[in-house]
């Protein structure tokens, strides 16, 4: 399922790994944690909207998410 090979910057990436721990990155180890991010958003995006529609709303709420996020783990 990809796409394009850079939706997500890298840098801000890498700090998120860092402050959790990550002492070094490899560039390919970015790459696939950020195709891996890409591709989760875009399953809760779906998942979002499917709620939103289902609830007969144009409009993503954070109901919405949430109960995606709970569907998808």
């Not at 860092?18 to 790459?31: E, I, N, T």
């Not at 919405?64 to 783990?73: E, S």
Request: charged share 35%.
């Amino acid at each position: 399922m990809k796409e394009s090979k850079k939706e997500l910057p890298l840098a801000p990436l890498e700090r998120l790994l860092r402050k959790s721990g990550a002492r070094r990155v490899s560039k390919s180890a970015l790459v696939e944690f950020a195709q891996v991010i890409s591709d989760y958003i875009k399953d809760l995006s779906s998942e979002s909207m499917a709620l939103a529609r289902h609830a007969g709303r144009k409009t993503i709420l954070d109901v919405d998410v949430r109960l995606a996020k709970k569907k998808l783990t």
